[in-house]
C-alpha cells in the first residue's frame, strides 16, 4: 500500500518565533544613497485603515487610467526632534561608535526615556576627529504634538546620505531641530515598513501553526500535534509545531508605495478613528495593509529592494 503523504502545517518561515525585545524595531540594514545629504528613515504611528479612489497608472493592468477602488494605510507622522550626532570609525572589529554630540538643552520629555551625558561636548569637537567613516542622528519622536496623547518619546537612531564631509555639515545642522517627513520621502516613491506585529500571547499549536484536530478518541489531548518525532534521534526537533509565543514579533514589508503626503489633516479627519483618536499632524497614506496595531510605531526607510515606481500617483477620494 502506498505511504500517505501531505505537506506540513504551519510555516517554518519564521523562527524561532520570539517575542521581539521592545515595542518598536531596530532597522539594523540602511540603504546606501548618494547626492544630497538627507535622512535615511522615519517614523510614523499606525492610525488605521480605509480606501481611497485613485487613477490606475500601472501600464501591464487591464484597468489601466481607470479610476479603481484601493486600501490604504494612514500614518500619523509628527517631527522627529534631532537629539544627538553620532560619529563611527571603522576598526579591525568592524564599525565603533566613536563620540556622541548631543544638544544643549534636550526636551523634558527625553528625560524619561534616557539620562543625558553629564558632561556635553561642543559642535566643534567633530571637526577634529579623525577616521570617521560615517555621522548619524539620534533622533526621537514628539507623541504630544500628535494624537497618541502619550508623553514618554521613542529614542533611534537614523543614517545619512552622501558623502561624510557633507554630512558633518548637514548633522551639524539639524542638531535640535526638527526633521518632517517631507524632507525623507515624496509621493509616490516605495518605502519598506518595519515594525512589530500585534501580539496574541502564549497559544496552542491548532492557532499557532493550524495543525488538524486529532480524532475524538485520541490519547489525552486533542488540540496537538499527533507525534513529537521518532525514538531516534532521541530528541524533540524544532519543525514539530508546538504551543508557544504568537505574535509580537519583528517583520519587514518592502516595497510598499506612498500615495500621499499631507500636512492638512481636515480632508481625512471624521469623527475620530478608532482606537487611535484626532489627527493632528501630518499624514501620509501607504498602499495596502501594514503591519502591528494602532498606536503602533512604524519605521519608514528607502526602499532596499527597489522595484520601478510609476510615479506620483492621482488620487480622486479618500473614503472614510
Excluded: C
Amino acid at each position: 500500500m502506498a505511504t500517505i503523504r501531505h505537506p506540513r502545517r504551519g510555516s517554518m518561515a519564521y523562527a524561532p518565533r520570539k517575542r521581539a525585545k521592545r515595542i518598536y524595531p531596530r532597522v539594523n540594514t540602511i540603504p546606501t544613497k548618494t547626492g544630497e545629504p538627507k535622512p535615511i528613515g522615519f517614523a510614523g504611528y499606525k492610525v488605521g485603515m480605509t480606501q481611497t479612489t485613485i487613477i490606475d497608472d500601472r501600464k501591464e493592468s487591464p484597468t489601466h487610467n481607470q479610476e479603481i477602488v484601493i486600501p490604504v494605510t494612514v500614518l500619523e507622522t509628527p517631527p522627529l526632534k534631532v537629539a544627538a550626532v553620532r560619529a563611527y570609525t571603522d576598526t579591525p572589529y568592524g564599525e565603533k561608535v566613536l563620540k556622541e554630540i548631543w544638544q544643549d538643552k534636550p526636551d523634558k520629555e527625553l528625560k524619561r526615556k534616557t539620562d543625558f551625558p553629564k558632561k556635553n561636548h561642543k559642535q566643534d569637537a567633530l571637526d577634529k576627529l579623525e577616521n570617521i567613516s560615517k555621522y548619524t542622528l539620534i533622533v526621537h519622536t514628539t507623541p504630544k504634538i500628535a494624537g497618541i496623547r502619550k508623553k514618554k518619546p521613542e529614542l533611534f537612531e537614523i543614517g545619512i546620505s552622501g558623502k561624510t564631509e557633507d554630512t558633518l555639515k548637514y548633522a551639524k545642522e539639524k542638531l535640535g531641530k526638527d526633521i518632517t517627513v517631507k524632507d525623507v520621502f515624496k509621493d509616490g516613491e516605495l518605502a519598506d515598513t518595519i515594525a512589530i506585529t500585534k501580539g496574541y500571547g502564549f497559544q496552542g499549536s491548532v492557532k499557532r501553526f493550524g495543525v488538524k484536530l486529532l480524532a475524538k478518541k485520541s490519547q489525552k489531548v486533542i488540540r496537538k500535534a499527533g507525534n513529537l518525532g521518532p525514538w531516534h534521534p532521541h530528541k524533540t526537533r524544532r519543525t514539530v509545531p508546538q504551543m508557544g509565543q504568537m505574535g509580537f514579533h519583528k517583520r519587514t514589508q518592502f516595497n510598499q508605495r506612498i500615495l500621499k503626503i499631507s500636512d492638512d489633516a481636515k480632508d481625512i479627519n471624521k469623527d475620530g478613528w478608532k482606537n487611535y483618536g484626532l489627527i493632528k499632524t501630518n499624514y501620509i497614506l501607504i498602499k495596502g495593509s501594514v503591519q502591528g496595531p494602532a498606536k503602533r510605531l512604524i519605521r519608514l526607510r528607502p526602499a532596499s529592494r527597489p522595484k520601478n515606481s510609476p510615479g506620483e500617483p492621482e488620487i480622486t477620494n479618500i473614503i472614510l
